[in-house]
């Protein structure tokens, strides 16, 4: 059985019509689809989900933090995202590559991110945080949707060597409006690429309401490329993770492209740089506030009797510190000599650009020896 | 030496490259069993199958941005572009992606992308079938960006570009894919002039002629027709217009004094603005008289009953030539 669906709701933002495991009040629901593929889940891994989850929630604050305080350009908050983020992200296997967009703070984390990783991009350090090699994720992506045709060509990679790799990339709701998210479903398609597409429907790009980039479930679009997709509960990290589960699965298996849209809200700004009081309003804000995905998992675990104090106690640690540390790392950021412009423009010599690396050179050698 | 056209040599050129390195895959519109509109990769499914000869759905876009997802997967796609009028919809994959990966990254991530163009006018096509584009990507850090002008030149430079870890866009002047030339196939690249490397055509010593593309060839008729008035031009294919190479069209400049630069492509912030000032940069006080522009014009590409209006001919070349040399020319006599 193939979890598929075709929705058919009025509207783009229905969110019965998503798939859930945990209700908003915690209540845990049988789901026929999912809950095979997060059977052997037990309590101590969705401890370490929650876990997860508080963390990012922490790292994202400290980012917001640290823009407020002059340290970052900028900052893309992901706050109520978690679940989303954490329940897809942690089903990734190591060896599958991850092509995110900028909003991916808690995929990188659950990738492996070292603590200035989060920063050194939006700090201005570098075009890129991370090490794309070790984490297995391409930089953060801020043209939207580049980054769909760049993981359907990395598929195409791996399903030509046959290697047991799926290539995973994330986007937004806004960005399926993009001719590249539309063309990369296409290829994907066409050649059948070992490819999960996440779209994280937080309703909003900048100001624009998602209806006005869809007048129907975005996870309906996928069947027409001839896509399965799944529209999943995206503050439900059980859900969140059942669902990537089955995409990845899927695409191992040698059956060609997924795609799982995961309904969740962005509850701050687009960015440090943005102003959400000017185009939405605190009841829409309010009825997602009670939808809390950290929240949600709370709940579950604490009718079921598994919260204990010395968990809640070791988490607010463990966040305390990856928040010190991350801080830290910012902070004692050195930024590299003014030569570094010059470096990695190309792999091999280039002599236009050489030359101009030599009159810069002289250029600063000329100051030194200058009073 | 095989005499070959240029289309042959650019297919002889791809076919070599997708033996020497299994990495090499090609990308693009009707490349397969139809062997590409110019025909230029006949023959490679055949030789490498459908794996490696990808023929792909129509959107330039997604062509080339599944080219940089297989590129960071450590593949060296080929990538066809149909005509030169349509790279436009790629053009954000190409100076937003393929151009900065390696910067961004710095050095992790290598894109050894090579993105063919066919390229220019003169051969009466319809809209978006001739434009010249090359100011775009020469614009764009990050990019290399070759233009051929013969069947060796085709040959040599697009093995280069393939081997290169940068990537390069590739344009290929269409108006010459059927021209002939002794090509050497069995010469190994290590032996070649490097990519960037400008080539003096034609020896002279009264002014320079600086071109690329199928643009070489009108020049060498100016050459010709000018020799019969006694005068000597020395004729420049700059082959590769990022980077270019200064050092060839310096000492050139040297020797002669005098400057004319011509290319098809209109002449708004075109390759010619750069290379004149690059000129006056770096050799001013050899300079006899003002360096000149042959261009298109600043218009769109005009339908093909005009384009030879559009194009510089053969006198339009003398005329500026008569100009940097101080001879009578049709602004003789103008108050300019
Ligand atoms: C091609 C492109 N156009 C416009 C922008 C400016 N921009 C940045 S984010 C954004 C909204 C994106 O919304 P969505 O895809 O839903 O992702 P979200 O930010 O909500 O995660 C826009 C318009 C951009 N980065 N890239």
Same mark, same amino acid.
């Given at each position: 059985?193939?979890?598929?669906?075709?929705? $058919?709701?009025?509207?783009?933002?229905?969110? +019965?019509?998503?798939?859930?495991?945990?209700?908003?009040?915690?209540?845990?629901?049988?789901?026929?689809? /999912?809950?095979?593929?997060?059977?052997?889940?037990?309590?101590?891994?969705?401890?370490?989900?929650?876990?997860?989850? $508080?963390?990012?929630?922490? $790292?994202?604050?400290?980012?917001?933090?640290?823009?407020?305080?002059?340290?970052?350009? /900028?900052?893309?908050?992901?706050?109520?995202?978690?679940?989303?983020?954490?329940?897809?992200?942690?089903?990734?296997?190591?060896?599958?590559?991850?092509?995110?967009?900028?909003?991916?703070?808690?995929?990188?984390?659950?990738?492996?991110?070292?603590?200035?990783?989060?920063?050194?991009?939006?700090?201005?350090?570098?075009?890129?945080?991370?090490?794309?090699? &070790?984490?297995?994720?391409?930089?953060?992506? =801020? =043209?939207?949707?580049?980054?769909?045709?760049?993981?359907?060509?990395?598929?195409?990679?791996?399903?030509?060597?046959?290697?047991?790799?799926?290539?995973? &990339?994330?986007?937004?709701?806004?960005?399926?409006?993009?001719?590249?998210?539309?063309?990369?479903?296409?290829?994907?398609?066409?050649?059948?690429?070992?490819?999960?597409?996440?779209?994280?429907?937080?309703?909003?790009?900048?100001?624009?309401?998602?209806?006005?980039?869809?007048?129907?479930?975005?996870?309906?679009?996928?069947?027409?490329?001839?896509?399965?997709?799944?529209?999943?509960?995206?503050?439900?990290?059980?859900?969140?993770?059942?669902?990537?589960?089955?995409?990845?699965?899927?695409?191992?298996?040698?059956?060609?492209?997924?795609? =799982?849209?995961?309904?969740?809200?962005?509850?701050?700004?687009?960015?440090?740089?943005?102003?959400?009081?000017?185009?939405?309003?605190?009841? +829409?804000?309010?009825?997602?506030?009670?939808?809390?995905?950290?929240?949600?998992?709370?709940?579950? /675990?604490?009718?079921?009797?598994?919260?204990?104090?010395?968990?809640?106690?070791?988490?607010?640690?463990?966040?305390?510190?990856?928040?010190?540390?991350?801080?830290?790392?910012? /902070?004692?950021? +050195?930024?590299?000599?003014?030569?570094?412009?010059?470096?990695?423009?190309?792999?091999?010599?280039? &002599?236009?650009?050489?030359?101009?690396?030599?009159?810069?050179?002289?250029?600063?050698?000329?100051?030194?020896?200058?009073? | 030496?095989?005499?070959?056209?240029?289309?042959?040599?650019?297919?002889?050129?791809?076919?070599?490259?997708?033996?020497?390195?299994?990495?090499?895959?090609?990308?693009?519109?009707?490349?397969?069993?139809?062997?590409?509109?110019?025909?230029?990769?006949?023959?490679?499914?055949?030789?490498?199958?459908?794996?490696?000869?990808?023929?792909?759905?129509?959107?330039?876009?997604?062509?080339?941005?599944?080219?940089?997802?297989?590129?960071?997967?450590?593949?060296?796609?080929?990538?066809?572009?149909?005509?030169?009028?349509?790279?436009?919809?790629?053009?954000?994959?190409?100076?937003?992606?393929?151009?900065?990966?390696?910067?961004?990254?710095?050095?992790?991530?290598?894109?050894?992308?090579?993105?063919?163009?066919?390229?220019?006018?003169?051969?009466?096509?319809?809209?978006?079938?001739?434009?010249?584009?090359?100011?775009?990507?020469?614009?764009?850090?990050?990019?290399?960006?070759?233009?051929?002008?013969?069947?060796?030149?085709?040959?040599?430079?697009?093995?280069?570009?393939?081997?290169?870890?940068?990537?390069?866009?590739?344009?290929?002047?269409?108006?010459?894919?059927?021209?002939?030339?002794?090509?050497?196939?069995?010469?190994?690249?290590?032996?070649?002039?490097?990519?960037?490397?400008?080539?003096?055509?034609?020896?002279?010593?009264?002014?320079?002629?600086?071109?690329?593309?199928?643009?070489?060839?009108?020049?060498?008729?100016?050459?010709?027709?000018?020799?019969?008035?006694?005068?000597?031009?020395?004729?420049?294919?700059?082959?590769?217009?990022?980077?270019?190479?200064?050092?060839?069209?310096?000492?050139?400049?040297?020797?002669?004094?005098?400057?004319?630069?011509?290319?098809?492509?209109?002449?708004?912030?075109?390759?010619?603005?750069?290379?004149?000032?690059?000129?006056?940069?770096?050799?001013?006080?050899?300079?006899?008289?003002?360096?000149?522009?042959?261009?298109?014009?600043?218009?769109?590409?005009?339908?093909?009953?005009?384009?030879?209006?559009?194009?510089?001919?053969?006198?339009?070349?003398?005329?500026?030539?008569?100009?940097?040399?101080?001879?009578?020319?049709?602004?003789?006599?103008?108050?300019?």
């Amino acid at each position: 059985m193939s979890p598929q669906i075709t929705p $058919i709701a009025d509207t783009a933002q229905d969110l +019965e019509l998503a798939e859930r495991i945990l209700a908003p009040d915690g209540s845990r629901r049988a789901n026929s689809r /999912l809950d095979p593929f997060v059977a052997d889940v037990d309590a101590a891994q969705l401890r370490s989900l929650h876990r997860d989850m $508080i963390i990012l929630r922490r $790292i994202d604050a400290e980012g917001v933090a640290l823009q407020r305080q002059g340290q970052l350009g /900028l900052w893309a908050p992901c706050q109520g995202q978690e679940a989303t983020q954490i329940g897809t992200a942690r089903a990734i296997a190591p060896q599958d590559y991850v092509f995110p967009s900028y909003r991916e703070t808690g995929v990188i984390y659950a990738r492996g991110a070292e603590p200035g990783d989060y920063v050194r991009m939006w700090r201005g350090e570098e075009g890129a945080g991370h090490d794309p090699e &070790t984490l297995r994720v391409a930089p953060l992506q =801020i =043209i939207i949707g580049a980054q769909t045709l760049h993981a359907v060509g990395y598929a195409l990679g791996i399903r030509h060597e046959g290697a047991d790799e799926v290539a995973v &990339t994330y986007f937004g709701d806004g960005a399926t409006s993009q001719g590249d998210v539309n063309e990369a479903m296409i290829f994907a398609s066409s050649y059948q690429a070992p490819v999960v597409f996440v779209c994280q429907n937080n309703h909003w790009a900048i100001s624009e309401p998602v209806a006005l980039q869809s007048q129907y479930p975005i996870a309906g679009r996928a069947p027409g490329f001839g896509i399965p997709s799944l529209r999943v509960d995206g503050n439900d990290v059980l859900a969140c993770m059942a669902a990537m589960r089955w995409a990845l699965d899927h695409a191992r298996a040698g059956r060609g492209p997924a795609y =799982i849209e995961a309904v969740t809200y962005r509850m701050g700004p687009h960015t440090t740089a943005d102003d959400p009081t000017r185009y939405r309003d605190e009841a +829409e804000l309010e009825s997602w506030r009670r939808r809390d995905p950290i929240a949600r998992l709370e709940e579950y /675990l604490r009718a079921a009797g598994e919260l204990t104090e010395e968990h809640i106690s070791e988490t607010q640690a463990a966040a305390d510190l990856v928040a010190k540390e991350m801080r830290a790392a910012c /902070l004692g950021m +050195e930024t590299r000599a003014p030569m570094a412009v010059f470096d990695g423009v190309y792999a091999e010599p280039h &002599t236009g650009l050489d030359r101009q690396r030599g009159e810069y050179a002289a250029y600063l050698a000329s100051f030194e020896g200058a009073a | 030496m095989t005499e070959v056209t240029l289309g042959k040599a650019l297919g002889a050129g791809l076919r070599q490259a997708m033996r020497d390195d299994d990495k090499v895959v090609l990308l693009g519109e009707d490349i397969g069993k139809l062997g590409g509109v110019f025909r230029i990769t006949d023959g490679l499914l055949e030789e490498f199958g459908a794996a490696r000869v990808i023929d792909t759905p129509l959107a330039e876009s997604g062509i080339v941005g599944m080219a940089v997802g297989l590129a960071f997967r450590g593949y060296r796609p080929v990538v066809e572009i149909q005509f030169d009028g349509f790279v436009y919809p790629a053009f954000d994959q190409i100076v937003a992606q393929v151009a900065k990966l390696h910067y961004r990254t710095q050095g992790r991530v290598k894109m050894p992308i090579t993105i063919r163009i066919p390229w220019a006018g003169g051969i009466g096509a319809a809209e978006h079938h001739s434009e010249s584009p090359e100011a775009y990507f020469v614009h764009t850090a990050g990019l290399r960006v070759v233009a051929v002008s013969n069947p060796e030149d085709a040959y040599r430079s697009l093995r280069q570009a393939i081997a290169s870890d940068d990537p390069v866009v590739f344009f290929e002047p269409k108006r010459l894919y059927h021209h002939k030339g002794d090509v050497d196939l069995e010469g190994s690249l290590a032996d070649a002039p490097p990519m960037g490397l400008a080539r003096v055509v034609r020896p002279g010593t009264d002014a320079t002629l600086i071109t690329y593309g199928a643009m070489v060839t009108t020049a060498l008729q100016a050459a010709d027709a000018a020799e019969d008035e006694g005068i000597s031009l020395e004729v420049i294919d700059l082959r590769s217009l990022s980077p270019v190479d200064y050092d060839s069209v310096a000492a050139s400049v040297r020797k002669t004094g005098r400057v004319v630069v011509a290319h098809e492509a209109s002449r708004e912030a075109g390759v010619a603005a750069e290379v004149i000032a690059s000129i006056t940069e770096r050799c001013f006080e050899y300079l006899e008289s003002a360096p000149l522009r042959v261009t298109g014009h600043d218009i769109p590409y005009p339908p093909a009953k005009l384009e030879k209006y559009h194009l510089p001919d053969l006198d339009r070349l003398l005329d500026a030539v008569d100009r940097v040399l101080d001879r009578p020319n049709s602004l003789t006599g103008a108050d300019v």
